[in-house]
């Protein structure tokens, strides 16, 4: 289980009673709170429905999306789990710099002017820095004449890296790297003008689900939005009968699969 304070233990035990969760099932969901800055949590918690997401102010999915008894008990857990980080301290204080810390870059790269995270990744931008937690290895990179906006992951088993810049959609490769991931600090790759492109990009009428996008807070909200209203239709096209069992269950993981 997840290291807790005197103070988050006793939240934990508090929650758990109140709620008819198990401790386990709190901290949970207590962790997925704070990596969401508590705005926003993506969760897998089989008391709670399985994979879900929530969104302070938002919308609440949940795995069984019928179930409004269960996204008020998911709304009302999260809200009280976000207020608790902001007032109490619920995790020992890691020092910065170190793997754990909320602060887990290299602390003389000072603080980051953007940061977020995506599953198993975590990114910061400094000044002409890149430093990117990927399964708790750090490694920092020379962001060059680059002005970042967001980093992502690719989906599926393509585990390579792609950050937003001025230049569009880049890969990390291309970044001389500074320090982690066992590289000696390297040579500015040959090729940084990425602003001409090789060729004129065709376009598809069908939408690409699984194009990787930056991690952006505000884009992220504007997605899961759009995902969570398209969820609302597809459950009233299956609730008229337009859709069979079989089909609105491939369609709902389809969309589940996009967050």
């Known amino acids: ?107 003389n790269l000072g603080q980051p002017f953007s940061s977020g995270s995506q599953n ?21 990179y020379d962001t060059l004449n680059h002005n970042i906006g967001g980093v992502s992951q690719q989906q599926g088993g393509n585990q390579s890296l792609t950050f937003s810049s001025q230049f569009g959609t880049v890969s990390v490769d291309n970044l001389p790297v500074v320090s982690g991931n066992g590289s000696q600090p390297s040579k500015p790759a040959p090729q940084t003008n990425f602003a001409q492109p090789s060729q004129q990009p065709t376009f598809n009428a069908q939408p690409d689900y699984n194009t990787s996008q930056p991690v952006n807070s505000s884009q992220t909200s504007a997605n899961s939005d759009e995902i969570f209203a398209l969820l609302e239709k597809l459950g009233g096209l299956f ?21």
């Not at 926003?40 to 879900?52: D, I, R, T, Y």
């Not at 198993?120 to 920092?140: D, I, Q, S, W």
Request: proline content about 4%; charged content about 15%.
């Open 1 to 107: 289980m997840q290291q807790l304070t005197t103070a988050g233990q006793q939240l934990v035990n508090d929650l758990s009673n109140r709620y008819g969760l198990s401790q386990d099932a709190v901290v949970h969901m207590l962790v997925a709170v704070n990596n969401g800055s508590g705005s926003m949590a993506q969760f897998n918690c089989p008391e709670l429905g399985g994979s879900g997401q929530w969104m302070r102010g938002g919308m609440t999915m949940v795995g069984d999306m019928f179930n409004n008894g269960l996204k008020n008990t998911v709304d009302n857990l999260c809200n009280e789990l976000a207020n608790a980080l902001v007032n109490t301290t619920v995790f020992p204080v890691i020092p910065a710099g170190t793997p754990g810390s909320s602060q887990w870059w290299p602390a």
């Open 120 to 140: 198993n990744l975590r990114y910061a931008v400094f000044p002409n820095r890149l430093a990117v937690e990927m399964n708790g290895a750090v490694t920092v």
């Open 239 to 259: 609730e008229a009968g337009v859709l069979t069992q079989d089909e609105f269950n491939a369609k709902k993981s389809e969309l589940l699969n996009r967050i």
